[in-house]
C-alpha cells in the first residue's frame, strides 16, 4: 500500500482516482495531458489553464479546482493564510467591541487604540478555530476507522486552513460598513462552511451529507466552549 501511495502522488480531479503523472513530456518540448486509467478524462486540465480561471472555479467551490490545488499543487500558504484568516476575525470583532466603546474625546481613541483588546480577540478567534477543527476531526476519525480507510490529517487540516479563504472578506465588509454588514459577515459565514464542507468532501472523495455534517460538528463545537469560554471570563 505505501508503495502504491509514493508511485502515485497525483489524482484525477474527475474520479480522484490516483495517478502517476500530470502529463506526458515528449521531445522538442511537446506536451500531452494524461488520461485518467479510471475516467479516462483528462487527469488534470487545470495546468493548462490561466491562475485567475482556478481561482474563480475555487470560489465557485468546484470539486475539480479543489483537487488541483489540494493534490496536484505544491501549495505551502496554509499556514500563513489560516494566520490572516485569524487576523482578519480579530479585527472584526475588536472593531465591533471599540465601536460600541466609542467616545468624543481624541485622547480616550488613542488609549483604546493601545489597548491588549486586538489580541485577546486573536487568541479568541485562535481558540475557536481549534475547538472547530477538534470537532471536525473528533467527528470524521471514528467513521474513517468503521470504513477501515486511513484519514490524512496533515491533507485535511491543509484543505480546512485553504477553504477558510472567504473570511478575508470580513476586511472589506468592515472597511465599507453599510445598513447590511450583519448580513454580509452571515454570508461569508456561510460561504466558508460551503468550502469547509468542499474541502473534506475532496479529501475524504465523500458524500455532501457526510462532509456538511463534519463541518456542523466542528460549528456546535466552536460554539459550545466559545460560549463556555465566556461564561467563565465573565465570571472572572
Known amino acids: 500500500m ?6 502515485a502522488p497525483y489524482r484525477c480531479i474527475e474520479c480522484c482516482e490516483e495517478a502517476i503523472e500530470l502529463y506526458k513530456d515528449y521531445t522538442n518540448g511537446v506536451l500531452k495531458i494524461s488520461r485518467c486509467s479510471s475516467c479516462q478524462k483528462p487527469v488534470d486540465k487545470y495546468i493548462e ?15 475539480q479546482a479543489f483537487r488541483h490545488i489540494i493534490f496536484n499543487t505544491e501549495v505551502n500558504i496554509h499556514g ?21 466603546q466609542r467616545s468624543s474625546d481624541p485622547a ?10 486586538f489580541y485577546r480577540m486573536f487568541g ?54 453599510h445598513d447590511y454588514s450583519n448580513l454580509c459577515f452571515s454570508l461569508i459565514k456561510l460561504f466558508v462552511i460551503t468550502s469547509n464542507s468542499q474541502a473534506i468532501r475532496v479529501i475524504l472523495n465523500s458524500s455532501r451529507w457526510l462532509s456538511l455534517l463534519a463541518v456542523l460538528s466542528g460549528l456546535l463545537m466552536e460554539t459550545c466552549m466559545a460560549y463556555i469560554f465566556q461564561k467563565v471570563e465573565w465570571s472572572l
Do not use: H, N
Open 108 to 117: 480616550d481613541f488613542i488609549r483604546y487604540t493601545k489597548e491588549w483588546d
Open 2 to 7: 505505501a508503495i502504491a501511495i509514493a508511485s
Open 124 to 177: 479568541l478567534a485562535l481558540f475557536e478555530l481549534v475547538m472547530f477543527l477538534m470537532g471536525v476531526f473528533a467527528f470524521l476519525w471514528p467513521i474513517k476507522w468503521y470504513d477501515k480507510k486511513d484519514l490524512d490529517s496533515a491533507k485535511l487540516l491543509k484543505a480546512l486552513l485553504l477553504s477558510s479563504y472567504g473570511k478575508l472578506l470580513l476586511i472589506p465588509a468592515v472597511i465599507w460598513e
Open 49 to 63: 489553464y490561466d491562475p485567475v480561471i482556478i481561482l474563480i472555479d475555487a470560489i465557485l467551490c468546484k470539486a
Open 80 to 100: 500563513k493564510l489560516g494566520v490572516f484568516c485569524l487576523l482578519c476575525e480579530a479585527y472584526l470583532r475588536w472593531s465591533q467591541r471599540q465601536g460600541s
